[in-house]
Each structure stands twice: as C-alpha cells, then as structure tokens.
C-alpha cells in the first residue's frame, strides 16, 4: 500500500516528523509558556568579569541572545506557529483553489486553455516578491511610518498576508492542474470510458482524481517551499505578519522589534547586526528558514521516490466469485486426454 511505503520511507518520515516538530513546539509553548520570553541578566566569565552584551552561543547557548537580552531560541519558537502556520494554511488554500479553477477550465473550457496558458505564463516574469511587497506595503510601512500605529490588528494582518499569498500563485497553479488533466484526458482509457457512455462527472470522480490526488500532494510540498521562500524575501522588505514596535534594549537604545516574532519579521528586524558585530543574531532567522525548507524539500523527493515506485491505477471492481453448492466428482477432473496407441482414420 503506498501509504505504508510512504510511512517507512526515512526521508520523508523524518523530515516531515521535524517540521511538524517545530509547529508543535511552538503551539505547545504558547499553552504552556503563554509566549512569555524571559530577559537573560548578567553574565560573568571564569575571571569574574562582565560579559559583553548581546551574549553569543558560547556564552549562552544554544543560539545567544539579542541585544534586550532574550534568548533567541525561545524567539524562534514563538514565531514558528505564525511562519509554519501561515505556510501551510497558504499551500493548501492555493492547492484547493487551483485543483478546482484547473479541473474546470480543463474538462469544461477546452477551447480556451491555450489563451489562458499564454497569459498566466507572460505574468509569470513578473516577480511575486515584488507583486506581494506592492500589494502589502500599504498595510505595513504607509500606516505605521506616518501615522506611527497600525490599522489593523494581528488577526487582520494573518488574514491579509494569507489572502495576498493565495492569490497571487492561484493563476500559476491553476494552469499546471490544467494542463496535468489535458494530459490525462488524452490517454487511451479515457476515451474508452467516454465510448461507453461515461459523463464527467463520473471521469473526474472515478478516473481523473486516482492520478490527481499525488500530484496534489507533491503540488502542496512545492507550494509549502515557495511560500517560505516569499516569507523570507518579503521580510528582508521589512514586510512580515505582526509589524513591529519600539524599546529601549539593554544599552538604553530605542530600538525595533517584532511583536509577533515570526521568522520574516526577526529577519528584517535583525539583518543589521550581520554588519554590528552580532552576526550569530542575523544567522538564527537564517538557519531555521534555510533547514525548514531543506527538510520540506526530502519530505517530496521521498513522496516522488515512492510515487515513482508505486502504480497508481483507476480501481476496478471484480465481480465476486460464484459458488456453488455442488459436489466435483471425477468428471470434473478428468482432463481431455489423447490415446496414442488409438488408430484415427485419416480424417479424424
């Protein structure tokens, strides 16, 4: 059963198993913690000497702290729920949406799919980041730089990035079911079914999903990668869920940072210290973006790998066998057997 060889498949059962992990973590720290982030005092060496601030990860491990002294590894697990959750909430909503604009337009639209294919790929060389950064930056840098308060709360914002994120990928996603289901509709079997009289709806339910359904799947791990990726762009725009506030860290300096603490966010807010003497502080966002896709990215070689190795085939329903109450005798098995020592005329 595919399901099973998935599940014993190591690279994606472990990478799967982390990035599930990590969203876990983090819900299960916001329970449990409330999201509470501890400030880290003073540290001294063996010498009894005073540590210098922010602390490194080999004054503090694992990852250090940041310059109001808060350790960075409960940051990143405070902000993992809002990157992670935004990820896969934005892949299924773009796999839903598509998979029914993509059937449709390829069962019922046939004369217009080369028109539409032509227009969503010329789109297709406009850069989503700048699309998603022209769209959003109005809700995130005109409100707060000029009026030094947001609009909209931390829900509004969620629900804005998420519908942003879906739509601007639904043309691009659409087009590829589109064509993926031309491509099924062209197959020998297919037109078998339609000469016996099959409807569409009855092709889609019974002959089109069984092929659809693991492209879905590997469709909802790429889209799960992009969307990282344009987390990750649109935060080092100053672009991320939450927007930011002012303090005063631990050398009295006012200074940004994250409400929410979501990964795009701490990148943005932290790229400075790449140059400040503090680069551990910009690696962290860095390193947890970096490993999450890596480990999206086996979690659909390994799905790919057993989806190469399995057939995937409409189900056909046997009829079950006749059984009869009757008794062999001999007759049942004595098989047609030629007597050779028998003399056949010439015209047996």
């Known amino acids: 059963m595919f399901v099973l060889r998935l599940l014993r498949n190591p690279m994606f059962m472990v990478s799967s198993l982390f990035t599930l992990g990590i969203l876990f973590s983090s819900i299960g720290y916001y329970f449990i913690k409330n999201d509470v982030t501890p400030v880290v005092g003073l540290l001294y060496d063996e010498n009894g000497e005073l540590l210098k601030h922010p602390y490194s990860p080999m004054d503090y491990p694992p990852f250090g702290t940041d310059?109001?002294?808060?350790?960075?590894l409960n940051l990143i697990?405070?902000?993992?729920?809002?990157?992670l959750g935004i990820a896969f909430v934005v892949a299924f909503l773009r796999l839903c949406m598509s998979a029914v604009i993509g059937v449709f337009l390829g069962m019922f639209v046939p004369k217009w799919k080369k028109w539409i294919a032509s227009v969503v790929d010329a789109s297709n060389y406009f850069p989503a980041t700048l699309l998603g950064y022209f769209i959003l930056v109005w809700v995130m840098i005109y409100s707060k730089r000029f009026g030094n308060v947001y609009t909209y709360s931390l829900l509004e914002h969620y629900a804005l990035f998420v519908t942003v994120f879906t739509l601007i990928a639904i043309p691009t996603i659409s087009v590829l079911v589109m064509n993926e289901t031309d491509r099924i509709m062209k197959k020998e079997f297919i037109e078998g079914v339609k000469v016996l009289g099959a409807g569409k709806r009855q092709i889609i339910r019974k002959h089109l999903m069984p092929y659809l359904v693991p492209q879905f799947c590997m469709i909802f791990l790429r889209e799960l990668v992009q969307v990282l990726l344009l987390l990750a762009h649109l935060g080092l725009l100053m672009i991320f869920v939450g927007g930011y506030a002012y303090q005063k860290d631990m050398y009295n300096v006012t200074?940004?940072?994250?409400?929410?603490?979501?990964w795009s966010g701490l990148l943005g807010l932290w790229w400075e210290f790449i140059w400040a003497g503090s680069p551990w502080i910009t690696a962290v966002p860095v390193l947890f973006f970096?490993?999450?896709?890596?480990?999206?990215?086996?979690?659909?070689?390994?799905?790919?790998?057993?989806?190469?190795?399995?057939?995937?085939?409409?189900?056909?329903?046997?009829?079950?066998?006749?059984?009869?109450?009757?008794i062999p005798t001999k007759a049942d098995f004595q098989s047609d057997s030629v007597d050779f020592n028998k003399k056949h005329s010439v015209n047996e």
């Open 255 to 262: 200074r940004e940072f994250s409400i929410s603490n979501e």
């Open 77 to 83: 697990l405070i902000g993992s729920k809002y990157t």
């Open 290 to 326: 970096t490993v999450t896709i890596l480990s999206v990215k086996m979690a659909l070689i390994g799905f790919e790998k057993e989806y190469n190795n399995a057939e995937f085939m409409p189900r056909v329903k046997r009829k079950p066998l006749e059984r009869t109450n009757k």
């Open 67 to 72: 310059h109001f002294g808060r350790p960075l």
